[in-house]
C-alpha cells in the first residue's frame, strides 16, 4: 500500500488498487470499456473515495457495499 492524499478524509491514509468486484463496479458505473487498472482506493475504515494514481479529478465514490466498516474495538 502506498500514502496518499484522500480528499473525502482530509488527510494522508493508505491506499491500494482496486480488486477486481471493485473494477467491476467502476466498470458498471463508467462502462464498459473504460481504463480502471490505474485506479487506486483509500483502505481507511468507511471511506469509499477512489481516483487514478496522478489525477484526483477522475475519480469517484465505490458503492456502498464495498464500505468498510471500521475494526470493532474491544
Ligand atoms: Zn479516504
Redesign the pocket.
Given at each position: 500500500m502506498r500514502r496518499k492524499a484522500?480528499p473525502?478524509?482530509d488527510g494522508w491514509?493508505d491506499f491500494r488498487p482496486l480488486d477486481d468486484a471493485e473494477k467491476t463496479a467502476v466498470r458498471a458505473e463508467k462502462g464498459d470499456r473504460h481504463y480502471v487498472h490505474d485506479y487506486w482506493r483509500?483502505t481507511?475504515a468507511g471511506?469509499l473515495?477512489y481516483q487514478r494514481w496522478y489525477s484526483r479529478g477522475d475519480g469517484g465514490l465505490l458503492p456502498e457495499k464495498f464500505r468498510e466498516e471500521a475494526p470493532p474495538t474491544a
Open positions: 484522500c473525502t478524509c491514509q483509500c481507511a471511506c473515495w
